[in-house]
């Protein structure tokens, strides 16, 4: 049959799987082996007021340096390390070491005090029975205070078992943590756990934000997020801002945050200290 219907582009198809299938197993080899040679690190982008562009915190996003391939993004390996169970020592670095490094710069500069760090979690690592214990020790083992740690989640690890994850919300919350959800608008949503988890902070998805100085409905999205957030309370964080025009706009719709390379790309982690004392 594949000769009917054009067997040279089915025979090509399938190698270029194949070949696409064999570079994620070699990927996921050298994960196994990058954990070991700690080839993992951490860059962090600034969180800052709208009005004045004061620096308000940190998102912690990994990075991998590959023997090969350089540095290598999450997008290409944080699905490959929850499909291989890696993402839990994974995570739990990547919180270990961003409660640590925030603690640190605080001892160095008191210009950090009250700066906070926002950590994104994966679904696998929420769902796991000891997330909980290991913030918590992720805390007491840096000194950091509670309250400037941020858990990014997003709205599908949420909706995908809500009592759960409401249940480890309130865990989270109790002893001090707060909680944000990601990429805001993108999932699958129902507007009421807005209300009923203990969520402190919503990011407004950068897909929103990059087309809402072009497109009226996407304006008014963004708009809309802002007014249901402001109105229960919340606050918003918006992702992506390129440039001064959407800079503007947020803030006439009084969103107090933002996040995006016109404020500053994500940063290594000897270059924070002297881009906060400026
Ligand atoms: P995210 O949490 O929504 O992170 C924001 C992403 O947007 C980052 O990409 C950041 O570099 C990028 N970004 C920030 N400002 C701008 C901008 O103005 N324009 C554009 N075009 N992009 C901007 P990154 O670092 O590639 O991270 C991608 C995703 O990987 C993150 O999305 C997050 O979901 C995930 N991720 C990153 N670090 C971790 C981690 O430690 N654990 C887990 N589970 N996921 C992580
Ligand atoms: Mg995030
Ligand atoms: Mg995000
Ligand atoms: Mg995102």
């Given at each position: 049959h594949a000769k009917e219907h054009g067997g040279d582009a089915a025979s090509f198809f399938h190698a270029s799987m194949?070949?696409?299938a064999l570079d994620l197993?070699?990927?996921?080899?050298?994960?196994?082996?990058?954990?070991?040679?700690?080839?993992?690190?951490?860059?962090?982008?600034?969180?800052?007021?709208?009005?004045d562009r004061r620096i308000t915190g940190f998102e912690a996003l990994l990075r991998w340096r590959h023997p090969e391939r350089g540095v290598v993004g999450p997008d290409a390996f944080i699905a490959l390390a929850e499909h291989s169970g890696l993402?839990?020592?994974?995570?739990?670095?990547?919180?270990?070491?961003?409660c640590r490094t925030l603690a640190k710069w605080r001892r160095v500069d008191q210009l950090f005090d009250g700066l906070t760090m926002h950590v994104n979690l994966s679904a696998r690592q929420l769902s796991q029975t000891h997330i909980v214990e290991q913030v918590a020790e992720a805390l007491r083992d840096s000194c950091l205070p509670p309250h400037l740690l941020k858990l990014e989640v997003t709205e599908t690890m949420l909706m995908e078992n809500p009592d759960y994850a409401n249940a480890v919300l309130c865990r989270l919350r109790d002893i001090?943590?707060?909680?944000?959800?990601?990429?805001?608008?993108?999932?699958?949503?129902?507007?009421?756990y807005l209300q009923r988890f203990p969520i402190d902070t919503l990011k407004v998805d950068?897909?929103?934000?990059?087309?809402?100085?072009?497109?009226p409905g996407q304006f008014?999205?963004?708009q809309a997020v802002i007014a249901l957030a402001h109105s229960l309370?919340?606050?918003?964080?918006?992702?992506?801002?390129?440039d001064e025009e959407q800079r503007i706009m947020l803030l006439g719709l009084a969103c107090r945050y933002a996040q995006g390379f016109l404020f500053a790309k994500p940063?290594?982690?000897?270059?924070?200290?002297?881009?906060?004392?400026?």
């Open positions: 194949l070949e696409e197993m070699q990927l996921e080899i050298d994960l196994h082996r990058a954990l070991e040679n700690d080839e993992f690190f951490l860059v962090y982008q600034p969180i800052v007021s709208v009005v993402i839990h020592l994974l995570g739990r670095k990547a919180l270990d070491e961003a001090g943590v707060g909680v944000c959800v990601d990429d805001f608008g993108t999932g699958y949503s129902s507007l009421s950068r897909s929103f934000v990059s087309r809402m100085t072009r497109e008014k999205i963004v309370g919340l606050e918003v964080v918006a992702e992506g801002v390129e940063l290594a982690a000897e270059d924070v200290p002297a881009h906060v004392t400026g």
